[in-house]
């Protein structure tokens, strides 16, 4: 006697199949997204150092030369590329959609943060790169929020939270 399924086979192993991709993509995204976030931080880093602290500020607000920012943009792919180990029209590929992604975030948590101001405004080198970090600390929170665990990361100086009384059963 034939057993009936609901879904032929093939539709059964594709749906297994993706399940399992998209419990992967999970941690692939994270890792491509923290290493396109290092590859941006870096170049903006150096820019910094190097006195361009301007040009950084216009970069993520987009008034830069488009000379400057296609330049930029060269120098965070091809950090990224490095950092991803990928090759080819896969390495292309991952990129093209994971720096544009992780830029936009920044943009949007630097004008809702109003970081842009500030890093013009702070004129000296070390000011304006803990601006960068500050704003790398809340793009990354953006990207991988911590759902529900309220997990904090707290100082080594800080006092520890209070713990609840123990609750008596009635």
Known sequence: MKKLTLLPHFLRTAGQLTSMAAWQTGRLFRKAAAS????IQDVLRAEVKKGNAKLVADFLTDK????????????????????????????SSVIGWILPFV?????????RTGLFDKLRAHSTVQESLLRL???KEAVWKRLVPDHGSSAELLDDDA??????????KL
Not at 65 to 88: D, H, I, K, N, S
Not at 103 to 111: A, C, F, S, W
Request: charged share 20%; aromatic share 0%.
């Open 159 to 168: 006092e520890l939270p209070h713990q609840l009384p123990p609750q008596t």
């Open 36 to 39: 396109a976030l290092e590859s």
């Open 103 to 111: 830029l936009e975030q920044m943009v949007k948590v630097g004008q």
């Open 64 to 91: 830069a030369l488009p000379a400057a920012r296609a330049l930029l943009l060269e120098r965070m792919a091809a950090r990224l590329l490095v950092r991803l180990g990928l090759r080819g029209v896969l390495a």
């Open 133 to 135: 970090e500050e704003l």
